[in-house]
């Protein structure tokens, strides 16, 4: 208790920016990822081979290999000078938005095709099908998955401790320049996290409840 | 032109992962022979019958035939691995061979273990090394977890800067300039808790390479922690880089200990004041940091 206590003014902040890094690339993934799944699902070849590509790309690159590369090769490019807040949610948005696509697609491809092609003889374009029809009902049957990987994000973002951002994932290593027992404040920053994938559990099954598709 | 920069950033960026601290690291000041004051390392006498009853962990060295020393990698002139021969060297690598010449240790019995700064106390807890020395400070938190022989080295905080950089000449100038450090790392907590600049300017990375790349590219003004380490990075790149010279804090470095084991810590304090005592110390300063031309204090052992 006294680990919590004495470094209060470390793990106080340093979870807060877990969660602001967290809900920015959360929010970022689930738009850009539906975007690219939408992409994969066109019926323009380019379109569908751009998302094909990304989602191989970028789900085959280590997150920190992302990571060094916003951090240290893109300030080279001297495009836009981004910070290292930015520059983790630019990463771990990148990096989450692959793994939301897939599932987003996933939960396309349980959408009878009956009713894109019922849309289609009312008349709807390409661009209503989806957003009316098929993407309300992939959504609600693919929210487990898409919380498994928005866990995984929330535990991700540890890595951008090694990246400037004091956040959850740099703890460990400033209690132990303090010199106060960095096993036990280990203990508590999984406590910590154990608490946010809670919550995130709890969303998951409430909106379960909500959403469940009678088929 | 921004393609290959682009090009030149990946890679660095890939060797940086795979490597593992590996990156950037040049020959050791004491490697070259850079000038008039090139002097060879002292040989230690490996003593012979030494008995320490009651001590565990030299109960346990003298089982095994081996000592494991845990040990910094990627600190110039202190404590680095040669990339090519796999060696180590610098001034606390000596340290650490002369202790153990003086524990009876053979060379080729020293097992050295790169242990990082987070992962010191866990390491000498468990048993995975006898001792360590890498630029370890002593302070009263730490002894609660372990114990220090020494100070053997007596460093204290200063500032790496761009050679042509004369806006900032010690800490009361660093507001406004981006300073970095390693992340958590007692100097940059230092810099945050006495405010010497604003929050947003200040940059953490995993290792003290990383700050000077970042450094180069004027992306941070200064990279702040003890001279020591510092020196040794303004000895590889004299052209572009300098240190102040206006250390602002004592950090006594000290070899860390099992925390119950007073009488291997008695041992090696003796064996420390008789190397400051018979110029074995003066020695391996001047064949390892003392390159980089910077004299520096003997310190005074603190038994306790």
Do not use: H
């Not at chain 1, 709807?124 to 309300?136: D, K």
């Not at chain 1, 209690?175 to 096993?183: F, K, P, T, V, Y």
């Not at chain 2, 380490?229 to 250390?247: E, F, H, R, T």
């Amino acid at each position: 208790m006294d680990v919590l206590l004495d470094n209060l003014d470390l793990f106080g902040p340093f979870f807060l920016r877990t969660i602001e890094l967290f809900l920015i690339a959360a929010v970022g993934s689930l738009v850009f990822g539906t975007i690219l799944a939408m992409l994969r699902v066109s019926p323009v070849p380019v379109f569908r081979a751009v998302g094909t590509v990304y989602v191989t790309v970028v789900r085959n690159t280590p997150l920190t290999l992302v990571f060094a590369f916003f951090v240290f090769a893109y300030p080279l490019l001297e495009i836009v000078k981004i910070d290292y807040f930015t520059a983790a949610v630019v990463s771990l948005t990148v990096y989450t938005s692959a793994f939301i696509c897939e599932v987003v697609r996933s939960g396309i491809n349980t959408v009878p095709v009956g009713q894109a092609e019922a849309g289609r003889a009312l008349g709807l374009t390409f661009g209503q099908i989806l957003g009316e029809v098929v993407l309300p009902q992939a959504l609600r049957s693919v929210v487990p998955p898409l919380i498994s990987t928005l866990i995984a994000l929330l535990k991700n973002s540890t890595i951008a401790g090694g990246f400037s951002v004091a956040e959850a994932g740099a703890i460990r290593q400033y209690i132990s320049e303090r010199g106060d027992n960095q096993l036990v404040a280990l203990l508590w920053v999984a406590l910590g996290f154990i608490i946010l994938v809670a919550v995130l559990s709890f969303v998951q099954r409430s909106l379960e409840k909500r959403w469940s598709v009678a088929r | 032109m921004r393609i290959r920069t682009l090009a030149v950033g990946l890679l660095a960026g890939g060797l940086l992962l795979t490597a593992c601290g590996k990156e950037g690291t040049p020959a050791a000041p004491g490697g070259d022979a850079s000038g008039a004051n090139t002097a060879a390392l002292p040989t230690y006498t490996v003593a012979q019958n030494v008995d320490l009853a009651g001590s565990p962990v030299f109960t346990k060295i003298k089982g095994a035939g081996t000592v494991t020393v845990g040990v910094k990698d990627d600190q110039p002139g202190l404590g680095q691995k040669d990339p090519t021969t796999g060696k180590f060297e610098g001034f606390d690598i000596e340290i650490a061979r002369m202790v153990a010449a003086g524990l009876g240790i053979a060379p080729d019995k020293i097992k050295f273990t790169t242990v990082d700064s987070a992962a010191r106390e866990q390491a000498i807890a468990n048993g995975q090394v006898d001792y360590y020395v890498g630029t370890y400070t002593i302070t009263d938190k730490r002894k609660a977890q372990v114990s220090f022989a020494g100070p053997y080295f007596q460093a204290g905080q200063d500032l790496l800067v761009r050679k042509d950089d004369t806006s900032i000449t010690g800490p009361e100038t660093l507001k406004g300039k981006k300073v970095c450090s390693v992340t958590g790392s007692t100097p940059i907590q230092r810099v945050r808790d006495q405010g010497l600049t604003e929050p947003s300017n200040i940059v953490e990375f995993q290792k003290y390479s990383q700050c000077v790349d970042k450094l180069l590219t004027k992306e941070v003004d200064a990279l702040t922690t003890d001279d020591a380490i510092l020196k040794g990075y303004a000895a590889q790149d004299k052209d572009n880089l300098k240190v102040v010279g206006k250390p602002f804090s004592q950090e006594p470095y000290g070899i860390g200990l099992n925390k119950d084991d007073k009488v291997l810590r008695t041992k090696i304090d003796d064996l420390l004041q008789a190397s400051l005592d018979d110029g074995t110390w003066q020695k391996i300063y001047d064949a390892t940091l003392g390159q980089s031309g910077a004299t520096a204090t003997k310190p005074t052992i603190q038994r306790y």
